[in-house]
């Protein structure tokens, strides 16, 4: 199954005085590349994240946001007695000296910061270990909810692709069509061209003209590029099953198809009638391979 790099998962858990929220979202990457944002006295859990997203995906940016609620019940404050009364003692000479009114309040000391802190942020195994409870079954969740999505994403891109692989498969039989009498069609245009432009070397030299002609123009065969690329066109096809780097995989595949397009359009450049026809099927190849090339960088 063809999967999207493209996705987020979100989901929370809960317990007594305790919610837990994982939000994963994940964009296109050429490997697994993990960036998680925790609260930082629970950074503990972070490598479990790593673990579980790094077991479930092969490829892909991830950027884990982990937001954890804990009310504890015997959570006490501390104040700052020191650092207050310097704050009491320069509003005092402030007061004095300036037309400044009012008085320390309560408010204004939470505000200020190392006035107000909590006492106790230790927590004991036991709360460690049902927080880390919470963290993994969010985390779970996140994971095959994002999962799902890179699913369905992963099949709208293959329908995308197998739409253009099909107009591929057109102009590579409308190339094949042509190729057949392409030799020939050359042949006679090289012979017509000299003949034209030197008709006494002609009248003397027809038979080794026809042969030098028919050389270049055996040079010109397309009909293996044709070939190539019907056969590359095969692989790409077989690659729709695969559960490993798949998207890898295609766009070599698609680096190839275009080398051999690339090769029919520089061996019928300059070339009238037939020539040109090949040519342009050629172009609308390359057209809809670099089409596909943005689609496949998507595809884990």
């Known amino acids: 199954m063809i999967n999207s790099m493209t996705g987020f998962g979100s989901a929370r858990a809960e317990a007594q005085n305790l919610t837990v929220l994982v939000e994963i979202k994940s964009v296109n990457h050429r490997y697994i590349d993990t960036h ?16 579980r997203i790094a077991a479930a995906f092969r490829r892909g940016r991830f950027d884990v946001f982990a937001r954890i609620d804990y009310r ?12 207050i009364r310097a704050y009491a003692e320069l ?3 402030l007061k004095r000296d300036f037309p400044i009114q009012g008085e320390l309040t309560m408010d204004m000391l939470s505000r200020a910061p190392g006035l107000i802190s909590v006492a106790g942020l230790d927590l004991g195994p036991e709360e460690m270990e049902r927080i ?3 963290v993994e079954e969010a985390t779970g969740n996140a ?16 329908a995308d692709v197998e739409q253009r692989l099909a107009a591929i498969s057109g102009y590579v039989e409308t190339i094949h069509a042509g190729a057949r009498e392409f030799v020939d069609h050359y042949r006679e245009q090289l012979i017509r ?7 006494q070397l002609a009248a003397e030299s027809g ?8 050389l270049h123009a055996e040079k010109s ?33 698609l680096q190839e198809m275009n080398r051999e397009a690339t090769t029919v359009l520089s061996k019928t450049s300059g070339l009238h009638e037939r020539g040109a026809a090949i040519g342009q099927a050629a172009i609308e190849i390359k057209v809809e391979i670099e089409k596909l090339r943005e689609q496949v960088q998507n595809i884990e």
Do not use: C, W, Y
């Open 36 to 51: 998680v944002k925790m609260p930082a006295e629970f950074q503990t859990f972070e490598p479990a994240i790593r673990k």
């Open 72 to 83: 504890r019940e015997d959570v006490r404050l501390e104040a700052n007695l020191g650092l």
């Open 91 to 93: 509003l005092d000479t």
């Open 132 to 134: 880390g409870r919470a």
């Open 143 to 158: 994971i095959r909810q994002l999962a799902r999505m890179r699913a369905v994403e992963g099949e709208s891109l293959m």
């Open 193 to 199: 061209r000299v003949t034209e432009l030197a008709p």
């Open 207 to 214: 038979h080794r003209i026809e042969m030098e002609a028919l």
């Open 221 to 253: 065969d397309i009909t293996e590029e044709t070939t190539r690329l019907r056969s590359h066109l095969d692989q790409f096809a077989s690659l729709k099953n695969l559960k490993d780097e798949a998207g890898k995989r295609m766009d070599f595949i």
